[in-house]
């Protein structure tokens, strides 16, 4: 049997501990779809798999158990899912029954969002569908993931980029009853960033999170939603050698700006990264370049909005595994 | 007398009547609801039909307009104090039948409780004129057929929407003005005649009704947000707050500001001591106010059955049920 | 505008510390005030509060104000000759007219004595207007006795039991509960004697206990309620239980009503 594995794995098929046999990755951006879908990767896993599936962490599919000899018949089949799922979307596809074109940039994962969450500051399968378009195909291997708000529930911590919705909150003192729903709230799930001066509401906002919560308890619309941006999360990774939670890059950014960093992270990958290794992740060539460099090239070109806030410098967080002194 | 003006004749209408009015009607405020993404159907300034929600319920009521959230009474400086300024315009609220009736239950406590009229509320009311919107379909919460307030005569102006043009009936008042842009047409008034729910009020309450389970299950239940008190259109109460100013403490003011029942603090004294810490009995206490004690004091319940608290409600707490519960208790009792 | 909320300043005459927290503050003002009723106290961007008119008499009226929080922190660092805002009176005082020659006994709790002073005074002026009188006043400890002054004087006309629920090695009068001391009361016609209670609420919950017990009537009973108030003026809705505003139909309640009365 003969099978280029390089080949095969960039087209989204893995190579399994089971010779000849391999399993099938299905990208589904953002996390949501239409059912449809489902009644194409059932007939896959039937006939061609072993009658099951697997959920990934990635919000992917995985269908297992297929002989490597049915890969192009497959990947014919899989023609209204890539046109469904990545060409509508945007994303550059010149073969649609030829499989998927690339598989380093991993699937774009969010949270359920504002279509279901009332905690979601926006609708966050719409915004991975739009960063879908803008890195994929690529080889690069990135993860990059998309919450609704602070609460981060798609972990975008754990993610090369972790894109968060934020809010800024509007008071309109004059619709305030003094309730201090919002004050106790913020301090007891947020930042403490309210505080209750002369029977008003005061905002800190440097301490503000742009969670949303205080229009959400308050029962008078004293709090409104203003302008929605985001918060950028960079450089959280698992992994055997040094896993962190990512740290902040941007805050108050608006979309334009978070679409031109992720596209110039792409470009910075591409002039630094360590080519003799079979992959490097981009959180390790931060760690050869240092942050100042990746800082001014993410943000080459961009015209920040006036809100917005960068980090001045990064304290990286994480251990590593080698340094297990406390184990005893 | 009856009128029929096509939308752009009503529009002219309206921009007439805004030279002496200030026009108050449901609007959807867009991206102003609590959720992102949703809009806040609430009143705000209008100056064309278009801009009129007919088709939804607002979440807040129209009684911010008569009885503002926030109000100063008065400015202290440093030796004098002074009353702001009402220069109030008059003003025309777009509103249901059921919102005419709740305006005249604040009229029950601002004007008529005790012998002392409030001074602030009588000016916003006297210059107030009801266009009311006709209302015979309702929605899924409202109960106003059995409270009793799904007519009204009282309105200067009764308005029905139709595909492309305005049927109004008009007091003398407005006559003229309508006549000017439209032409006569007769229209009689509809009201709606039977809600999806009914409610039961209470006629006597037994003192065992008090203490009885009923409540504790909105001990849990209940979050004590206050929504349900800031969206009715009839609550009344409100919280005295003197402050001084930040960058002159020696000048301040002295406002009110609407309070809750449902809220902490509430009833608090000084020293620490508290009624109603129960959220049950913080239910009950406002269930009695809405259909017991308030027709004992002034002959009519204070509920009008607009539904709202049922629709703010985050924990789906309906007060039509409680009301039915509590009749149903009290028949037992 | 007639304006209800507007206040009217009101000249500090005099100052009488009774206690450590509760000053007694005489004002210049020429209301007209029965007893039992409340003005709203204030000072400008500090805050408002209900107090009860402690005395009256010709061009001024008394409050005995404890100090207790925002307002009334600052009410008590002020001196004589500077100013206070005051509106009112509100609310229904004692029915005067319904103990003219009746038995009057009288029972306090702390701070409860102030609504009732100018009671007690108008009887110590005007003994003949009441058959007999009997004040029971219960304090916490010797330090919290209010009116002491005016305790001794009373005495000299009517029958006056001074107790304190823990006493000092000074104090050498009643010690125990008020209630123990109503229990022992001896009432020659329970029927035709009137009672007022005042105090804190669990005060007067066992104080009307004991009073029932003697075989007074209820409608011969008379409280005066505490509420938050916010207004004074039936509007705020603060004090309101069942259908009864406390600050328009009270605070001073027939027992036969204050009964039924549920928070
Ligand atoms: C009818 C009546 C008569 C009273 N008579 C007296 C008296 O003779 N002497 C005396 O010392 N106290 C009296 N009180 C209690 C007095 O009103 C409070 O102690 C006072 O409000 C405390 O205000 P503060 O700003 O110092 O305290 P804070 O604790 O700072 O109070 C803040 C606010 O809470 C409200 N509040 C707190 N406690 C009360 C209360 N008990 N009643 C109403 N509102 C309250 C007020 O709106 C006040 O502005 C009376 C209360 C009532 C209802
Ligand atoms: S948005 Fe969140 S962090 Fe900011 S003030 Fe509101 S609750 Fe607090
Ligand atoms: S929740 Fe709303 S009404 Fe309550 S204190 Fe905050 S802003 Fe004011
Ligand atoms: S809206 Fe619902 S949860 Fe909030 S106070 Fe009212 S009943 Fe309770
Ligand atoms: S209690 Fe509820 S139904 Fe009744 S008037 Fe108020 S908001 Fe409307
Ligand atoms: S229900 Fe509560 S908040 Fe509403 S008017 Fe009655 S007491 Fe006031
Ligand atoms: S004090 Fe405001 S209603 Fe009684």
Not at chain 2, 51 to 68: A, N
Not at chain 2, 234 to 256: A, H, S, V, W
Not at chain 3, 157 to 180: A, M, Q
Not at chain 3, 230 to 250: A, E, Q
């Amino acid at each position: 049997m003969d099978v280029n594995t390089k080949k095969i794995i960039k087209n989204a098929w893995r190579v399994t501990k089971e010779r000849g046999v391999t399993c099938l990755r299905i990208r589904v951006p953002g996390g949501h779809l239409e059912v449809k879908y489902l009644d194409l990767l059932k007939e896959i896993a039937e006939k061609y798999g072993n009658g099951t599936v697997h959920l990934t962490t990635r919000q992917g599919f995985e269908i297992p158990g297929i002989q490597m000899n049915k890969i192009d018949e497959i990947n014919q089949m899989l023609a209204p899912v890539i046109q469904g799922l990545e060409m509508e979307l945007g994303v550059p596809v010149t073969d649609e029954t030829a499989g998927y074109p690339a598989a380093g940039t991993r699937n774009v994962a969010a949270c359920i969002g504002n279509r279901v969450c009332p905690f979601a500051n926006f609708d966050t399968t719409k915004l991975a569908g739009k960063v879908e378009a803008l890195i994929y195909p690529n080889d690069f291997h990135v993860k990059i993931a998309i919450s609704g708000c602070p609460n981060d529930c798609i972990k975008g911590h754990l993610h090369d980029i972790g894109v968060m919705g934020m809010v800024e909150p509007v008071y309109n003192q004059q619709r305030c009853i003094g309730c201090q729903a919002c004050v106790k709230n913020c301090r007891q799930v947020s930042t403490g960033a309210l505080s209750f001066v002369n029977y008003k509401v005061r905002r800190d906002p440097l301490r503000c999170t742009g969670c949303g919560e205080c229009v959400l308890k308050c029962p008078a619309a004293a709090w409104t939603r203003g302008k929605q941006s985001y918060r950028l999360v960079i450089m959280g990774r698992t992994g055997k050698k040094n896993p962190r939670l990512a740290r902040p890059f941007l805050e108050w950014a608006d979309e334009t700006v978070v679409l031109q960093v992720i596209k110039n992270m792409y470009a910075y990958i591409d002039r630094h990264i360590d080519r003799s290794l079979p992959k490097e992740h981009v959180g390790y060539i931060v760690d050869r370049t240092g942050y100042p460099v990746f800082r001014e090239e993410a943000l080459a070109g961009v015209t920040l909005n006036p809100e917005a806030r960068v980090a001045a410098w990064m304290d990286w967080s994480g251990y590593r595994y080698e340094r297990t002194s406390n184990m005893v | 007398m009856g009128f029929a003006l096509t939308t752009e004749q009503f529009d002219a209408f309206l921009a007439g009547l805004a030279r002496d009015y200030d026009i108050y009607a449901p609007k959807r405020l867009a991206g102003k609801g609590a959720f992102s993404g949703t809009d806040l159907i609430a009143y705000a300034p209008v100056q064309s039909l278009a801009e009129i929600v007919f088709d939804r319920k607002t979440f807040y009521s129209p009684k911010e307009i008569l009885l503002p959230i926030s109000q100063t009474l008065f400015y202290f400086t440093e030796e004098a104090y002074r009353e702001p300024q009402q220069q109030q315009r008059p003003v025309i609220i777009f509103l249901r039948p059921c919102d005419v009736h709740a305006v005249k239950r604040l009229d029950q406590i601002y004007l008529h409780n005790g012998d002392q009229a409030d001074p602030y509320y009588r000016e916003r009311r006297e210059k107030v004129k009801f266009f009311v919107m006709e209302c015979t379909e309702g929605f899924d919460s409202c109960f106003c057929v059995s409270m009793g307030t799904n007519r009204t005569g009282e309105y200067a102006v009764f308005l029905r929407l139709e595909a492309d043009r305005v049927l109004c009936d008009a007091r003398p008042e407005f006559t003229p003005a309508l006549a000017a842009y439209g032409r006569e047409a007769p229209f009689t008034p509809a009201f709606i005649e039977q809600n999806k729910i009914s409610v039961k009020t209470p006629e006597k309450i037994a003192p065992a009704v008090y203490g009885h389970p009923l409540w504790s299950e909105y001990d849990s239940r209940c979050i004590a947000c206050g929504r349900c008190n800031v969206c009715c259109p009839t609550c009344t109460c409100f919280t005295m707050q003197d402050i001084f100013y930040e960058d002159n403490p020696r000048c301040g003011e002295r406002r009110r500001v609407w309070a809750g029942c449902m809220i902490d603090g509430f009833t608090d004294l000084a020293g620490g001591h508290s009624f109603r810490n129960k959220y049950g009995e913080r239910m009950r206490f406002k269930a009695l106010h809405k259909v017991y004690d308030f027709k004992k004091r002034f002959g009519d319940h204070m509920c009008v059955g607009c539904g709202r608290c049922d629709d703010v409600c985050p924990e789906y707490i309906s007060f039509s049920r409680i009301i039915n519960r509590l009749a149903e208790v009290s028949d037992d009792e | 505008m007639n304006n209800p909320y507007l206040p009217v300043k009101a000249k500090i005459l005099d100052i009488q510390k009774q206690t450590a927290i509760d000053y007694t503050f005489r004002l210049a003002a020429g209301l007209h005030v029965q007893s039992g009723q409340f003005v709203e106290l204030s000072i400008p961007r500090v805050g408002e509060a209900p107090i009860s008119v402690s005395d009256f008499g010709d061009g001024f009226i008394e409050m005995t104000i404890r100090r207790v929080g925002k307002l009334t922190n600052v009410v008590h660092e002020l001196k004589p000759g500077e100013e206070l805002f005051i509106r009112g009176p509100y609310g229904h005082g004692f029915p005067l007219e319904q103990f003219r020659g009746r038995h009057l006994v009288v029972a306090a709790g702390g701070t409860g004595l102030a609504p009732v002073k100018s009671v007690l005074n108008r009887y110590y002026h005007n003994p003949e207007e009441v058959k007999s009188l009997n004040l029971l006043a219960g304090f916490k400890s010797p330090a919290d006795v209010l009116f002491a002054a005016e305790l001794e004087k009373w005495a000299q006309k009517f029958s006056v039991t001074v107790t304190v629920d823990k006493g000092d090695e000074n104090w050498t009068g009643n010690v125990g509960l008020i209630t123990g001391y109503v229990q022992k009361l001896v009432l020659s016609n329970p029927a035709g004697t009137q009672v007022i209670v005042v105090g804190p609420p669990l005060m007067m919950k066992f104080t009307i206990r004991e009073i029932l017990g003697l075989g007074v009537p209820p409608e011969n009973i008379w409280v005066s309620f505490e509420r938050k108030m916010c207004c004074g003026l039936g509007k705020c809705g603060h004090c309101k239980i069942g259908d009864t505003y406390v600050c328009l139909d009270g605070p001073v309640f027939n027992y036969t009503r204050a009964g039924q009365l549920v928070d």
